[in-house]
């Protein structure tokens, strides 16, 4: 199994550019989640998926995020316009059984200058 | 904030010595997971332990969990150099429903 797959491993962008990440779960999984990851804020949920439907993006810092899963094998994960404090290392990490255990992707480690 | 707070904050020992971390939590959990992240990767996987469980082996790693005293520990015996990492403990609560991550140990492992 090729495991979590994410694209971009890197994003070098300018503030109030969009930005958007992309995540392939492991097949079968039924459970996506994006996280981020800061040396300030550590490891944060921002949203998770059920069957490609969002159950909860209480952790979605402001409007400028959006999230989508269009199909059980994709999702995005979308800021515009960014902003400096959103450089953080995004990861996607997808599960069989909820909150069990869950598997990582590799993230995309994002710089906006 | 209900993430699971790690002890010590980075733990640096010898190859061949034993790594405990402890972990401490708030409230009633479903179960308690503890993953590894190398420098630049994504977290694995390492052990879950249930509520109703008090100790859980998979290979060189121990974990204890003691739900009167809201902790749980990860032993990790024998280190080895390729040990070295930040470790998280990530308690699933049963309100709310959500891994919450802690801010790590950082284990160094010297040859």
């Known amino acids: 199994d090729a495991g979590v797959i994410q694209s971009p491993r890197h994003e070098v962008t300018e503030m109030g550019q969009e930005v958007t990440l992309r995540c392939k779960p492991i097949?079968?999984?039924?459970?996506l989640f994006w996280y981020r990851q800061t040396m300030m804020r550590g490891l944060e949920l921002l949203i998770y998926?059920?069957?490609?439907?969002?159950?909860?993006d209480s952790g979605m810092p402001e409007d400028r995020f959006s999230a989508k899963m269009p199909n059980a094998s994709f999702s995005t994960l979308k800021i515009q316009p960014s902003e400096p404090r959103d450089s953080a290392v995004y990861f996607c990490s997808s599960s069989k059984q909820g909150m069990e255990t869950q598997y990582f992707g590799p993230g995309t480690r994002l710089l906006v200058l | 904030s209900q993430q699971g707070e790690e002890d010590p904050q980075a733990l640096s020992i010898q190859e061949g010595e034993n790594a405990t971390m402890n972990c401490s939590y708030k409230?009633?959990?479903?179960?308690l997971q503890w993953y590894r992240q190398n420098s630049g990767r994504g977290l694995v996987h390492l052990i879950l332990?249930?509520?109703?469980?008090r100790e859980k082996h998979s290979g060189r790693l121990r974990v204890t969990l003691d739900t009167s005293k809201k902790s749980s520990s990860l032993l990790i015996t024998a280190s080895r150099a390729a040990d070295t990492a930040s470790y998280f403990c990530a308690p699933l609560y049963n309100q709310g429903g959500k891994l919450i991550f802690g801010q790590g140990t950082e284990l160094s492992v010297k040859p």
């Open positions: 409230t009633s959990i479903n179960n």
């Open positions: 097949s079968g999984h039924d459970y």
């Open positions: 332990i249930r509520s109703n469980e």
């Open positions: 998926f059920n069957n490609n439907v969002p159950i909860d």
